[in-house]
Antibody, heavy 121, light 106 residues
Framework: QITLKESGPTLVKPTQTLTLTCTFS??????????VGWIRQPPGKALEWLAL???????RYSPSLKSRLTITKDTSKNQVVLTMTNMDPVDTATYYC?????????????WGQGTLVTVSS | DIQMTQSPSSLSASVGDRVTITCRAS??????LNWYQQKPGKAPKLLIY???SLQSGVPSRFSGSGSGTDFTLTISSLQPEDFATYYC????????FGPGTKVDIK
């Protein structure tokens, strides 16, 4: 059974850096074709993809947020970490991590339960 | 960047109805199109990948079709547990989600 769980602060102040950890089980991030992505969802709004890290440490970022994001992995701990700098109230959202499969087709599945991050002073 | 649109943004339907949701990409994405279902307070769940392939464990009343720029998700006979928001997502060039279609009870 594959599971993912996000952890991190529930409240951050404007201008601070957010660090979120995705801890997963049931798969290895050293397996060819596997990745872990981060997606967020502001309250009542749509999903927005943020970043992806592949098994070979290749990384992709949302162009609109690239300057603020860093994604890393610790394969031995089964963890992926996302940092987002210069947080703003508009970054208030539920942040999800999800396993990514890349092959002839590719998708995010399954997803973690999500963690709500509020940005407020 | 590839933009995704969905129509309608919301719809009301009854149990047993056939429901169709449309997703359009701003450029051709071949068949790199996935559909997700999200219920309130829950994480999204993959329903359809590669435009028309049913994810394991997903009921056969869900189906997807299309290629290029135009795609559809069809629920052949709406069940009570299908009331949710549905998102399309392209994976042709990084990733973009559509704005969602909320399906609620008529």
């Amino acid at each position: 059974q594959i599971t993912l769980k996000e952890s991190g602060p529930t409240l951050v102040k404007p201008t601070q850096t957010l660090t979120l950890t995705c801890t997963f089980s049931g798969f290895s991030l050293s397996t060819s074709g596997v990745g872990v992505g981060w997606i967020r969802q502001p309250p009542g709004k749509a999903l927005e993809w943020l970043a992806l890290i592949y098994w070979n440490d290749d990384k992709r970022y949302s162009p609109s947020l690239k300057s603020r994001l860093t994604i890393t992995k610790d394969t031995s701990k089964n963890q992926v970490v996302l940092t987002m700098t210069n947080m703003d109230p508009v970054d208030t959202a539920t942040y999800y991590c999800a396993r990514y499969w890349s092959g002839p087709s590719n998708w995010f599945d399954p997803w973690g339960q999500g963690t709500l991050v509020t940005v407020s002073s | 960047d590839i933009q995704m649109t969905q129509s309608p943004s919301s719809l009301s339907a009854s149990v047993g109805d056939r429901v169709t949701i449309t997703c359009r990409a701003s450029q051709s994405i071949s068949s790199y199109l996935n559909w997700y279902q999200q219920k309130p307070g829950k994480a999204p769940k993959l329903l359809i990948y590669a435009a028309s392939s049913l994810q394991s464990g997903v009921p056969s009343r869900f189906s997807g079709s299309g290629s290029g720029t135009d795609f559809t998700l069809t629920i052949s006979s709406l069940q009570p547990e299908d009331f949710a928001t549905y998102y399309c997502q392209q994976s042709y060039s990084i990733f973009t989600f559509g704005p969602g279609t909320k399906v609620d009870i008529k």
